[in-house]
C-alpha cells in the first residue's frame, strides 16, 4: 500500500505535498522514515490515542487556561444535547475518561 494511494481516494494531492506532509510528520517525531532501497517505509512513532490526548491538552490549555470546568461549562453552554453529557457522565463514573 502506498501513502499516495491511499490519499488518493478521499484526499488527492500532488505527489510532492505528500512528501512534504510526511517529511514534517517525521521532524515532528510523528513518524520514522525508513530507507528500503528506492522507497522510503513509514511508521509511526505514536498511536492515534496518544496523539488525541495531547491534541485534547494542547486545545484544553489554549482555550480554557487548562481548565475542565470552564470547558464543560462552554459544552453546556453551547447546546451539547442531555444525552451527550449523560454519556460523558456515564464514561466519567466508570473511569474510562
Known sequence: MTVERELRKEHPLA??????????LC???????????RSNLYEP?????????SESRSFLDRLFDGSVANFATALCDS??????????????EKGEL
Request: charged fraction near 40%; glycine fraction near 6%; hydrophobic fraction near 40%.
Open 15 to 24: 505527489p510532492t505535498t505528500i512528501l512534504t506532509l510526511l517529511t514534517r
Open 27 to 37: 521532524d515532528k517525531g510523528f513518524l520514522l522514515l525508513k530507507k528500503e532501497g
Open 45 to 53: 512513532l505514536i498511536t492515534e490515542r496518544e496523539y488525541l490526548a
Open 79 to 92: 447546546g451539547v444535547k442531555k444525552e451527550e453529557l449523560e454519556e460523558l457522565r456515564r464514561l466519567l
